[in-house]
């Protein structure tokens, strides 16, 4: 169930299920008619390595793409060509590497983050879940969002963004006006829930709603609000 070609694997190395190693990498001349360029590296795994379920690692394409001894790889990791990665690197699910990127030793990477081409990561570096890397990162460093950034700033930007005001809505939605229908959103967290203020006047009028003498506000702005606070 695992295919390997054009790899040396180290000792003691496991390689689960549906893994391809050694395979051809996406590299090409673009134009008028895309050419694939060659690929004439290998792929190095060291000793102690596990590589998950339906893992992808290029070879390399000039060089070879280089997996250090006692790093683990969770399932569905990509790999890009040329990449090097350290020792004793924790890789979790669904990360992503684009080609001739390099990691250090003792790296820690989060679910589903994505490392740019080129890059240099140093030693120690944590990476958190869902991070989108663009640049380098100096060793010892911990970073999270896209595009990652030092890990307190993070945090620092995202308590900041607790709450917004209807001026701060406005700059989010500048394309509702002068239908913007919530005044306030607080409690926000992020891709979960929020509180959505209206605050609604007696001349308002969108409150001549479905009840003569009862105004309520009509059901089609009211999906309308709970669609701007999303």
């Known amino acids: 169930n695992v295919l390997l070609k054009n790899s ?91 080609g001739s990127s390099s990691v250090g030793n003792n790296v820690m990477i989060g679910g589903q983050a994505g490392i740019s081409g080129h890059l240099k990561i140093g030693d120690n570096v944590q990476i ?29 930007e995202n308590k900041k963004m607790n709450n917004l005001n209807k001026e701060q809505i406005k700059d989010l939605l500048p394309h509702r006006e002068p239908m913007l229908l919530i005044d306030e959103l607080k409690n926000i967290k992020k891709l979960f829930s929020a509180t959505a203020i209206v605050n609604v006047k007696k001349d308002s009028f969108f409150v001549n709603g479905h009840f003569p003498g009862e105004p309520v506000m009509p059901g089609v702005l009211i999906v309308e609000a709970f669609g701007q606070a999303a």
């Open 8 to 98: 040396l694997i180290g000792n003691n190395t496991n390689i689960l299920d549906g893994a391809i190693v050694g395979k051809k990498g996406f590299g090409f001349f673009p134009g008028n008619k895309n050419i694939r360029y060659p690929h004439i590296g290998a792929v190095i795994i060291g000793d102690n390595v596990e590589i998950g379920c339906n893992n992808t690692i290029d070879r390399g394409s000039l060089s070879n793409t280089v997996i250090g001894d006692g790093t683990f790889l969770d399932n569905q990791v990509h790999i890009g060509h040329n990449v090097k990665i350290g020792k004793n690197c924790i890789i979790t699910g669904q990360v992503g590497f684009a």
């Open 128 to 156: 958190g879940g869902g991070s989108g890397v663009i640049k380098d990162i100096p060793s010892n460093s911990k970073v999270m969002g896209y595009p990652a950034k030092n890990f307190r700033n993070f945090k620092k």
